[in-house]
């Protein structure tokens, strides 16, 4: 769910550089050495011994830019991977970017899986999902606490009705404003406002760089602003922001809008996500000894969001930001090793 510059990685090229000497012993020795290299292969070509090259989706928010340098950095300096990053959006489209054979490796699902259009890539195996990444993420409306002294009745969706018009903005017109999430997220507010039947225009500011800079401004000038927001994110521990209650979940209830159907089967809560990691078929049957550390390999929001302040607050560049973490967590670094 966040937005950052592509990094081109530069490829290594190795070379093997020997003299003839005469010796009967040292041609053998160079033909070894020739059949070692040729069975040790790439990752994705049957070796065991080779990491070859890893494919990770990098995704459009701090968070998992926080989790895709971190595993590089280790990926590189512990098993001599090469390691290459892609930025395709998730859901369907890194879904067929996986069964391509394009990527890997997705470090942070936001149960993008459970989509029907998920269903077709998990059933031929082409994706599959290898356990949690030890994050849980929340989705949900958000407000400034600083809102609830003026409107205490903000505490909850009900408390928004009849109040739409202190959202106002330049986009909405007479209608409140909602700041909504980069298209490419997991959302269903156009749905959930129509559902609660809420005078609200859904705007989009852009991927996650954009709409801070739209909310944050306003937060700064103590103005009112209602949002699409999650956790884990480390500016939530800068900003005091309040989540507003929506409805309970009831049976039935859906949370992918491009599903169509009855706005009210949207009308409830979002659910808690547990965060999963997701590998290609290629990458599962490649022998590569990444395939163990991607299996292994999960942290706390604590650690993502320590990494993701690093890179997208303090403007670290992303592999210094990986590399302090590392050093300073040896113990978590060996186990995903182990």
């Known amino acids: 769910m966040k937005g950052t510059d592509a990094h081109n990685e530069k490829e290594d090229r190795m070379s093997v550089r020997g003299g003839w000497q005469g010796r009967v012993g040292l041609v053998g020795l160079a033909l070894v050495a020739v059949t070692a290299l040729a069975m040790s292969g790439s990752a994705f070509g049957g070796g065991v011994q080779s990491c070859g ?27 001599g991977c090469k390691v290459k ?39 031929d195996g082409s994706v599959r999902i290898i356990g949690s990444n030890g994050i849980t993420g929340v989705i949900g409306w958000y407000i400034p606490r600083y809102l609830l002294k003026q409107y205490p009745a903000f505490k909850t969706w009900r408390g928004l009705k009849g109040k739409e018009a202190v959202f106002k903005s330049p986009e909405s017109g007479s209608q ?47 103005k009112p602003v209602l949002f699409y927001w999650y956790d884990p994110q480390y500016l939530n521990a800068q900003y005091d922001l309040y989540r507003v209650a929506l409805p309970a979940r009831f049976k039935g209830c859906q949370d992918d809008e491009k599903q169509g159907g009855d706005p009210k089967t949207y009308a409830c809560e979002y659910p ?6 997701l590998i290609s078929k290629k990458f599962a049957t490649s022998g590569s000894p990444a395939l163990t550390f991607v299996k292994k390999w999960k942290w706390t929001s604590a650690d993502q969001n320590f990494v993701a302040n690093l890179i997208a607050g303090k403007k670290m560049k992303p592999e210094k930001a990986a590399e302090q973490w590392v050093k300073a967590n040896p113990g978590k670094v060996n186990a995903w090793l182990k």
């Open 272 to 277: 808690s996500y547990g965060l999963d990691k």
């Open 85 to 123: 990053l892609t930025q395709v959006t998730e859901g369907p489209p890194y879904f067929q970017a996986m069964r391509d054979g394009k990527v890997d490796v997705a470090l942070e699902d936001w149960d993008n899986t459970a989509t029907k259009q998920a269903q077709p890539y998990l059933k």
């Open 53 to 79: 090259t890893v494919v990770i989706n990098e995704q459009s928010w701090a968070g998992s830019t926080a989790n895709t340098y971190v595993a590089k950095y280790v990926l590189e300096k512990r098993l």
């Open 176 to 222: 409140g404003m909602f700041l909504g999430g980069d298209p490419s997220y997991v959302q269903k507010d156009r749905a959930l406002i129509k559902g609660l039947g809420l005078n609200l225009k859904h705007v989009v500011a852009g991927a996650e760089p954009a709409q801070v800079a739209r909310w944050s401004q306003l937060y700064k000038q103590k």
